[in-house]
């Protein structure tokens, strides 16, 4: 909707690189004609040998999948020279006066969309339709259709919208966890508005992520050429089955470069059944902060692998900690499937019901332990700006420090009861920025034990040697575990 769909940052080893969102919003050409409606029926299997042509593919899949077209009106604002404050000018003139305003502007916007049932329902992205005032949908028989939106969900970047139309075709779900890197896809959409176009590629990879945050990712990275446009088409793999919803690219140039990502079906599956259901998401919490273990956060805790998922925090009164999990646990396994990191553990946990009962297994000094937990559900938290200090400094390891005192709580965004020291320098070029340690950290304990003056500090950096020293990090109300070598 807006003139640059763009997440930039998300990348840091590719620092020109961007992500943009697979829509598109300047004028597009006009599409052409395609394939009439048809029914989708996806073949039982597919054929290990190389094939000719996908054309037999193609022709089950195209009829389903369709053009989303969008329009936003903007704000009304004040005409060049006057002042935005209709109150103010009120006060003096009277009520009758009349602010002059430029007319309203239209923006338009262009994605795809897949259709799942017969009776209308579409799957697409939220981005293609957040904050349209109208969405018109139009098949590839050239029909054209008012839409509904039915419910969106942002941290998923998905969306359905509903047109009134009966014995439409469909695109069948398959499996995407069965989707193996290498497997053929084929991406169906309409990119730059030129039409219904369709690309070839394989799965160059699986569980991406491009973003953090609030987002929910576990992408299928694919070379199939994916523009602006396609976004919420549909990702098939031979058998005609849909496996995933084309949202993103990663791209120098914001064209694409054979770095595509597309939802897996799996989790579309079960965001659109709860959209279709109450037009909302319901998510399951369990109530910890967890990170990426590297192999520096491994070593240092003694770990065999760098799997799993290093809780650092327990919301006090949360499911976790009844079930009694601590700070410095590491979660092997949810429900007895393995965890590889701490993404995988988050969607696993946010894909399931509200109230159900699971199973985890972690670590603790050493020992397996199992913990029996009641999930609650996720209410999403706003988010919390503070800035750090702005004394600066160097030292051994780039780092300049003061004590923790409960006046600076508020400014830090942090508990007035923690107990530390702050980062209130950090050298880009040092040690310290290196381990990510930010102005404004307060750092509470190295390897364990509490540290509140500088020299603290610096005692308990200097009795870990060369074996990177554990620091529990308190950033903006969140512990977090950060590793830091002396050399």
Known sequence: MHNRLVRTGSLTTLGVAIVALVAWNAPEPRAAAAAPRAAVTAPATASAAPVASYAPVVDRV?????????????????????????????????????????????????????IVSQDGYILTNNHVVDGADEVKVELPDR???????????????????????????????????????????????????????????IISAKGRTTSSGDAYEDFLQTDAAINHGNSGGALVNTNGQLIGINSQILSPSDGNIGLGFAIPSN?????????IKNGTVHRAKLGVTIQRI??????????????????SNVESGSPADRAGLRQGDVITQFNGKPVTDNNQLRNSVAGTAPGSAVTLQYLRDGRTETAHVTLGE????????????????????????QPFTSDMADELGVPR???GVVAAGVDPAGRAADAGIQEGDVIEKVNGRPVKTGDELKAALDRAGSKPALLLVNRKGTDIFLTLRAD
Do not use: C, W
Request: charged letters at 20%; aromatic letters at 2%; a positive charge.
């Open 417 to 419: 009861s923690t107990q």
């Open 62 to 114: 195209m009829p389903a999948v369709v053009t989303v077209r969008v329009e936003k009106r903007a704000s009304a604002v004040p005409t060049s020279g006057q002042v935005p404050d209709d109150d103010l000018l009120r006060r003096f003139f009277g009520p009758q006066m009349r602010i002059p305003r430029q007319p309203r502007g239209i923006e338009r916007g262009l994605g795809s969309g897949v």
């Open 378 to 401: 996720l209410a999403m938290k706003k988010d919390r700006a503070s800035r750090g200090s702005e004394r600066g400094g160097d030292g051994k390891f780039g780092l300049s420090v």
């Open 294 to 311: 590297t192999p520096d956060l491994a070593q240092s805790l003694g770990l065999a692998s760098a799997n799993g998922a290093l809780v």
């Open 267 to 275: 989790m579309a599956k079960s965001v659109m059944e709860q959209l």
């Open 143 to 201: 029909h054209s259709y008012t839409a509904k939106v039915v419910g969106t969900d942002a941290p998923s970047d998905l969306a359905v919208i509903k047109i009134n139309a009966n014995d439409l075709p469909t695109l069948p779900l398959g499996d995407s966890d069965a989707v193996k890197v290498g497997d053929v896809v084929l991406a169906v959409g309409n990119p730059l508005g030129v039409g219904e176009t369709v690309t070839s590629g």
